[in-house]
């Protein structure tokens, strides 16, 4: 019989006609055929099912995932990381050192952040070698997010968020963690600042925008195009808030943000801008005055601050033309921006495109152009002399100058990192790039200055005598020794989420 025949025996039967056994008409090669099939089926079968752990052995198996868990979770918490966070989202979560531990307060407290993002807009792979997936926004908006929700300040000054970002992300996001914000760019430009405030402790009353480019500043006039903007805003104390204080005098705080122009050579510009920077509070402290205080000629209804990546160091003329006076240029200041005079811009310069913004001098050196934006010394020429003069008068004519909160209070909790390379006690740094690293960004204090020598960093004892605040905090600033263990820039997965690093101030206003 054929194996057809007997799959027609076995059919008849189930159809109920007569009872066949296979077996009695195959022959023996095929009768092992058949039956090699089906124990086959029966090792597929039975193929996967495992004897069930025993209750010991589950118990043995949990143990030692527990003890894995807390292993991680104590490696995590060493490196002051979130045990709920994926790896692949966690940062470098930094401490607040306080000041006037234990006193207690008679004021209103806030928090007052400002943190350059680094626009999406502006990455290039060849600027960040050694970043890899940490660029991708998809991953770095979260840890940014993570990062804002971590440290939790009351109002948040911010340069370089993409404006395609904030409209899609930023400013839905922030509105479900309880903040308000408004953004500010220049024209076209792909990327600006920003600045946000908790809705429960501020509402925002006046603005405004600054465009550099176009704002007044004695008889030095801007030396190229530079698509530079500025923000302030009046944030008024809310209902919550003054309920507190029922008898202050005080009306809320006026927050200010910016990013000053980027070039190397561009020193004397940004000094120049820094001009502005004075003069526009002033501007606007008047402006609040008379719209919203009956213009009763007082100015301490509102406190001022100003933050932002002001692309200079403590050493440099525009940190200095704001915070020492009168200001003097000496030494290598002098020299800087002197050599930055000298230096003629390319038609990038003329608004033309924002590719300029890369990093770095990305144009060829002209007949004439100095070769470096710090050189060791410069034979500046008298008219090169007379502008600097020039600029040194017009910050010295302002009745208006910025006292650094970092300045005032680091040296007293964060010795070790004060004054480094600077005699203003500024932390080393706040900016970690894969070929550049230092400080640029500050977090100011607004004073009118009434032309009495002021040049020298003042103690935090002599601001808080003479002014309505006491610095309550400042966020932990690594020195350079530490970021160097990295042995790469920033941003990287699991350390920052930009090539600048945060800066936070608790700030008391005595109300």
């Not at 009956?294 to 301490?300: F, K, V």
């Not at 070929?435 to 009434?450: A, V």
Request: proline share 5%.
């Amino acid at each position: 019989m054929t194996i057809e025949e007997a799959n027609n025996a076995v059919y008849n039967d189930k159809q109920g006609n007569i009872k066949i056994e296979t077996s009695d008409f195959l022959d023996n090669a095929t009768s092992k055929a058949i039956q090699v099939k089906e124990n086959q089926k029966k090792k597929k079968k039975g193929k996967g099912k495992k004897t069930p752990p025993s209750p010991e052995e589950i118990a043995r198996i949990r143990e030692e995932r527990a003890v894995q868990r807390k292993t991680r979770e104590e490696a995590l918490l060493t490196q002051e990381l979130d045990i709920n966070c994926p790896p692949e989202l966690q940062f470098i979560r930094r401490p607040i050192l306080e000041l006037h531990k234990g006193e207690p307060e008679s004021g209103f407290t806030f928090s007052l952040m400002t943190y350059n993002c680094l626009a999406q807009a502006l990455i290039r792979r060849k600027l960040f070698p050694d970043s890899g997936d940490a660029l991708k926004w998809f991953r770095r908006s979260k840890v940014l997010l993570y990062e804002f929700m971590h440290y939790n300040a009351d109002v948040i000054s911010l340069q370089e968020v993409d404006h395609i970002q904030y409209q899609s992300f930023w400013k839905k996001e922030f509105g479900k963690l309880g903040y308000e914000s408004q953004f500010h760019r220049k024209g076209s430009k792909n990327h600006g600042i920003a600045i946000v405030w908790k809705r429960e402790l501020f509402t925002m009353t006046d603005k405004m925008f600054i465009d550099y480019d176009k704002e007044a500043s004695g008889n030095i006039p801007p030396r190229t195009t530079t698509n530079n903007a500025g923000l302030i805003l009046a944030l008024k104390f809310s209902d919550k808030v003054l309920k507190k204080f029922p008898e202050t005098t005080k009306s809320g705080i006026l927050i200010g943000t910016t990013h000053l122009f980027w070039h190397p050579f561009g020193t004397y510009e940004r000094t120049r801008q820094c001009y502005v920077v004075l003069n526009k509070v002033k501007e606007f402290l008047h402006r609040v005055n008379v719209l919203q205080n009956n213009n009763d000629g007082q100015t301490d209804h509102w406190i001022p601050f100003f933050c932002g990546d002001f692309n200079s160091q403590p050493f440099d003329t525009p940190y200095l033309s704001m915070t020492s006076k009168p200001v003097k240029y000496t030494g290598r200041a002098k020299t800087v921006i002197e050599c930055s005079t000298s230096f003629k811009f390319s038609k990038l310069r003329e608004g033309e495109s924002d590719t300029e913004e890369e990093g770095g001098n990305i144009e060829k050196f002209g007949k004439d152009q100095p070769q470096t934006p710090v050189p060791s010394s410069f034979d500046a020429t008298p008219e090169q002399s007379e502008l600097v003069k020039n600029m040194e008068q017009l910050h010295n004519s302002l009745d208006m100058r910025a006292i650094s909160l970092y300045a005032t209070g680091y040296k007293m909790v964060h010795q070790e990192n004060a004054g480094l390379d600077n005699s203003r006690g500024e932390p080393e740094i706040s900016n970690w790039a894969h070929t550049w690293n230092g400080l640029l960004d500050y977090l100011f204090y607004i004073d009118s200055w009434d032309f009495s020598d002021k040049r020298n960093a003042e103690t935090i004892a002599d601001v808080e005598a003479n002014h309505p605040i006491k610095i309550k905090g400042l966020l932990r600033m690594p020195p350079k020794s530490e970021m160097e263990k990295f042995g790469h820039g920033q941003p990287h997965t699991g350390e920052y989420a930009s090539d600048h690093l945060c800066m936070l101030c608790n700030v008391e206003i005595l109300l």
